[in-house]
T-cell receptor, first 112, second 115 residues
């Protein structure tokens, strides 16, 4: 079974601080995604990547950076965390020729 | 602007009943429609999907009905079980032809099945 692991599972950050969320996949998938989930908004795409050392903007990239140093790892970086970035963040991966997404368990981020 | 709309936001059914979840979309270029199931504290997982060339897709107790002309689809859960209690997301994309195959998700329908 495909495996996507996220760390940490939860985090409390201070406004203006830097936050890094990590994602690791053992699926050997090319594509990786970062989504945020908020009540009333469902899942919204922040950034994605289809190859190492390259990232693409999703639908809501403002305030976020992404890094794909290897095929297995994909990070989401909040340089200056804000209250509005409090949410649950999900990482996902998929094969190039398959549309099925495999999600991690999520990271609950609270910015105070 | 919500490109994928879901209704109702929450739904309660008795065990054994059929739960009907609705979804509609705006973008006529969408051709792939998966439904993801999410349990509390977990990530979403693919439940069932359909492509726009089909009008029905069945997998056990889960069936998608698709109306391309009206840009609507629905997920029917027959003989609902308490273990089906979860949030269900309708999503849409242009398929693997689009850059990144970006999925657009609805806000979800929370389903509670009472024993």
């Amino acid at each position: 079974e495909a495996a996507v692991t996220q760390s940490p599972r939860s985090k409390v950050a201070v406004t203006g601080g830097k936050v890094t969320l990590s994602c690791h996949q053992t699926n050997n998938h090319d594509y990786m995604y970062w989504y945020r989930q908020d009540t009333g908004h469902g899942l919204r795409l922040i950034h994605y990547s289809y190859v190492a050392d390259s990232t693409e903007k999703g639908d809501i990239p403002d305030g976020y950076k992404a890094s794909r140093p290897s095929q297995e790892n994909f990070s989401l970086i909040l340089e200056l965390a804000s209250l509005s970035q409090t949410a649950v963040y999900f990482c996902a991966s998929r094969e190039t020729a398959n549309e099925r997404l495999f999600f991690g368990h999520g990271t609950k981020l609270s910015v105070l | 602007q919500q490109q994928v709309r879901q209704s109702p936001q929450s739904l309660t059914v008795w065990e054994g009943e059929t739960a009907i979840l609705n979804c509609s979309y705006e973008d006529s270029t969408f051709n792939y429609f998966p439904w993801y199931q999410q349990f509390p504290g977990e990530g979403p997982a693919l439940l069932i999907s359909i492509r726009s060339v089909s009008d029905k897709k069945e997998d056990g107790r889960f069936t998608i009905f698709f109306n391309k002309r009206e840009k609507k689809l629905s997920l029917h859960i027959t003989d609902s079980q308490p273990g089906d209690s979860a949030t269900y997301f309708c999503a849409a994309s242009e398929g693997t032809n689009s850059a990144g195959n970006k999925l657009t998700f609805g806000i979800g329908t929370r389903v509670l099945v009472r024993p």
